[in-house]
């Protein structure tokens, strides 16, 4: 609601000044009116959340199965700063799938973050989702600096432990980034064959597969021997499919980490969580067609300059890089692609707040 409106008053030269004045007057009582207002607010929260329109139901087509075989799991990281990309990802997914009601969210989010359910809550009341919290001193003396601050987040390194952290039952789980949306039936990327992998995702051999890791790693004898035996291609750990039991099984969470804590020796890499995925996995993953990651939308990760749509058919967008759909459009600054984004966008500016 409006706490005033701005008067317009025509203003005829016998009275100029009354009016004038009597003009000022208002001016002066409306800031004393918003002063007041911001004085009297009681208990202001520390963190001012964004405000989103609640999303419609999805209901599930009649070839869906209603039993708990038939559930897809899907993980993401739930934080402050990816909040409205969240919202728009999880709209995508509902919005998009044949059995919307089979769909089955577990957040990953920091205690501190525990104030961002009730958002989730009001958006998606039907939603079927779990909240679990991610103790950051998990990786507390093992996150080694990288090229960009964002990356630098102990919540970005919470994929390594997701078998961890599901229940038991969960026997597979899509992990998937806040800065994307699903243009498909993610059920498509969830059925995948993994032929025995511990991981499922797109691969990019094209890509130049030696810049992820520094001279001192490729001109050690050692450690250059890891990829040995092995075809290593880039995927892009923001869309992966995982069979959670082999992870366990096979001790991948202890793996990642020995990487880890050499990079904190010596370093051999400037991303973050990626490169360690990569040493432990690339070359030996289930691949999956380029549709369902059609990343690098968000530029690179210095300046986030605009990018093109690679060619060929897509089911998912993904905004890695720097650049970030909201925060482009909100700057009226948008890229081309923004404009894919903005249609799952459920944020309401305080404009529209008021309007409705």
């Known amino acids: 609601m409006a706490l005033w409106r701005t008067l317009s008053i025509p203003i005829a030269s016998p009275l100029g000044l009354i009016l004038s004045f009597l003009l000022l007057l208002n001016s ?24 989103f329109r609640e999303a419609p139901v999805f209901r599930n087509g009649d070839s869906c199965g209603l039993n708990k075989s038939d559930l897809i799991h899907i993980a993401m990281t739930l934080d402050e700063n990816y909040l409205r990309g969240t919202m728009a990802a999880v709209l995508s997914m509902l919005q998009h799938s044949t059995c919307p009601e089979n769909l089955s969210f577990h957040f990953l989010c920091a205690h501190s973050d525990i104030e961002l359910v009730p958002s989730i809550q009001s958006t998606f009341p039907y939603l079927n989702f779990k909240i679990y919290n991610f103790d ?44 994307l949306v699903v243009v498909d039936d993610v059920g498509k990327l969830w059925d995948v064959d993994m032929e025995d992998k511990v991981l499922a995702a797109p691969e990019y051999c094209h890509a130049n597969f030696t810049v992820y890791f520094n001279d001192d790693f490729w001109s050690d004898k050692e450690l250059s021997k890891t990829f040995q035996g092995r075809n290593p291609c880039y995927f892009n750990t923001g869309v992966m499919v995982v069979d959670v039991d082999k992870w366990r099984n096979g001790g991948y969470t202890k793996k990642v980490e020995e990487w880890m804590a050499l990079q904190k020796k010596k370093r051999i890499y400037h991303l973050g969580s990626l490169p360690p995925f990569l040493l432990v996995l690339a070359g030996n993953i289930k691949q999956v067609d380029h549709r369902w990651n ?27 890089g720097k650049g970030k759909p909201w925060l482009r459009l909100d700057s009226r600054k948008p890229c081309v692609v923004d404009h894919l984004w903005a249609p799952y966008d459920l944020y309401l500016s305080s404009r529209q707040i008021l309007e409705e």
């Open 28 to 51: 002066a009582v409306t800031t004393t009116v918003a002063i007041r207002v911001k004085t009297i607010t009681p208990n202001p929260s520390p963190v001012k959340l964004p405000v």
């Open 136 to 179: 950051l001193n998990r990786v507390r003396g093992k996150i080694s600096k990288s090229i960009r601050q964002a990356l630098d987040q102990p919540l970005n390194y919470a994929r390594i432990y997701l078998a961890d952290i599901l229940p038991a039952d969960v026997k597979r789980v899509l992990y998937l980034d806040s800065d």
């Open 294 to 320: 059609q990343h690098g939308l968000g530029g690179d990760n210095f300046e986030g300059r605009c990018r093109t749509l690679h060619p060929g058919p897509i089911s998912l967008l993904h905004w890695s």
